[in-house]
Nanobody, 130 residues
C-alpha cells in the first residue's frame, strides 16, 4: 500500500514563494508518474504539473508555466512543487497524485476527460493574499 502525504501549504502574500512536498510511504514512488493538481474554491480539481517516472520529462499547465517547478527525489521518495511569483488565483487545495501511466499517456487521458489518478494524497491548502 502506498500513501501520499502533502505538506508545505500555508498563507503567503502575492509575489511570494512556497515549496510543497509529497512524501510517499510504503512502496517506492519510482515506477509512478507523479503530478500535482489543485482545486480552487467552488471549482473542479485541475492539473498543475506532472513529472515522468524517471524525472526527465515534465508538463505544466499554462497558468503556472515559468512560475512553478516540479521535481522528484528518488532517494527520499518525495515529489516537490516549487511555486514562485504566487498570485491570488493560485489559492487552492493542492493534491499530489500518482499513476502507473506514462506522463504522455496521463496528459492525453486527462485532456480527453474521465481520467483519475491511481493514488491521491489528502491535499494541502495554499492561500495567496492580495
Amino acid at each position: 500500500q502506498v500513501y501520499l502525504v502533502e505538506s508545505g501549504g500555508g498563507l503567503v502574500q502575492t509575489g511570494g514563494s512556497l515549496r510543497l512536498s509529497c512524501a510517499c510511504s510504503g512502496d517506492p514512488l519510482s515506477p509512478y508518474t507523479m503530478a500535482w493538481f489543485r482545486r480552487a474554491p467552488g471549482k473542479e480539481r485541475v492539473f498543475v504539473a506532472g513529472i515522468s517516472a524517471n524525472g526527465e520529462d515534465t508538463e505544466y499547465a499554462d497558468s503556472v508555466k515559468g512560475r512553478f517547478t516540479i521535481s522528484r527525489d528518488m532517494t527520499n521518495n518525495t515529489v516537490y512543487l516549487q511555486m514562485s511569483s504566487l498570485i491570488p488565483e493560485d489559492t487552492a487545495v493542492y493534491y499530489c497524485g500518482a499513476t502507473p501511466l506514462t506522463l504522455h499517456f496521463m496528459m492525453h487521458s486527462y485532456k480527453r476527460g474521465g481520467f483519475d489518478m491511481h493514488l491521491w494524497g489528502k491535499g494541502t491548502l495554499v492561500t495567496v493574499s492580495s
